[in-house]
């Protein structure tokens, strides 16, 4: 076992706050900023979001780390507000210096069940929410992650898009049993019923810096109203 296996096995909830500040110990840890892996990731997403003809207003990023995606999405939709959470408190104060020229963003240390809950009000035109649900999924019954689903599309806008990256079967680590592609299309259906689905794209990329070959899907998904529902 290596030592930061240790630390974080020493950390109890391996999906709580304190383990995600325990994963942020050293800057960058997966390496979000510099892998052509995660950039390119990243890249897709904006370019399919692009490619729908959203021009968001406000945009929600959920999981942000230390702000790698946030500052493209900052630069890709400048005229934007974006606001974009993580639960780890200590990956929002990197976030913070790593994004202090960008006006456009707004960071909070917050988990995203709590943000949902506690923001009724506040509506995106976007949300980006990438590699974050199987941990939260892995903490809620079905009955709550539906809940917690219907609550995060509500806070889509008429024709707003929720886009997402989520790795499948990532092998030989803590997210393998959350990563399985039966749990991933599980995830996909419940969203299916609550959005409308876009793009389930696959993507075989390498990775240097591990030295493996990851498997993962883009979803995209657009809010679009019931007549009954216009207005509200
Ligand atoms: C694997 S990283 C993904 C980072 C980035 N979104 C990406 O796609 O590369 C997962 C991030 O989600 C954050 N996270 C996990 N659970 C969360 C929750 N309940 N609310 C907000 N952020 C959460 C973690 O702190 C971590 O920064």
Same mark, same amino acid.
């Given at each position: 076992m290596t030592a930061r296996e240790k630390r974080l096995g020493m950390c109890g909830d391996r999906r709580s706050k304190e383990h995600f500040d325990s994963e942020y110990e050293e800057p960058d840890p997966w390496p979000f900023f510099t892998s052509p892996y995660e950039q390119t990731k990243y890249r897709r997403q904006i370019e399919l979001v692009k490619e729908l003809g959203v021009k968001p207003a406000k945009v929600l990023e959920i999981g942000c780390a230390e702000g790698a995606h946030t500052k493209m999405l900052a630069e890709a939709f400048p005229d934007s507000v974006v606001v974009a959470i993580d639960v780890s408190s200590r990956a929002i104060e990197r976030a913070r210096q790593n994004l202090a020229p960008y006006?456009?963003?707004?960071?909070?240390?917050?988990? %995203?069940?709590? =943000? %949902?809950?506690?923001? @009724?009000?506040? *509506? =995106?035109?976007?949300?980006?929410?990438? *590699?974050?649900?199987?941990?939260?999924?892995?903490?809620?019954?079905?009955?709550?992650?539906?809940? =917690?689903?219907?609550? !995060?599309?509500?806070?889509?806008?008429?024709?707003?898009?929720?886009?997402?990256?989520?790795?499948?079967?990532? @092998?030989?680590?803590?997210?393998?049993?959350?990563?399985?592609? @039966? !749990?991933?299309?599980?995830?996909?259906?419940?969203?299916?019923? !609550?959005? *409308? @689905?876009?793009?389930?794209?696959?993507? =075989?990329?390498?990775?240097?810096?591990?030295?493996?070959?990851? !498997?993962?899907e883009v979803w995209t998904f657009r809010r679009a109203f019931q007549d009954d529902e216009r207005g509200k």
């Open positions: 006006a456009n963003v707004s960071l909070h240390g917050l988990d %995203v069940m709590d =943000f %949902v809950g506690t923001t @009724p009000d506040e *509506e =995106f035109d976007l949300i980006i929410w990438s *590699e974050v649900i199987y941990y939260l999924a892995d903490r809620l019954t079905p009955r709550d992650l539906l809940q =917690f689903l219907e609550r !995060l599309a509500a806070k889509l806008r008429n024709d707003g898009v929720l886009c997402m990256a989520n790795i499948i079967n990532q @092998p030989d680590a803590d997210e393998t049993p959350i990563t399985r592609k @039966p !749990l991933m299309d599980c995830y996909y259906s419940l969203i299916c019923c !609550l959005l *409308e @689905p876009v793009h389930r794209l696959s993507y =075989f990329d390498h990775k240097p810096e591990s030295g493996r070959t990851y !498997l993962y």
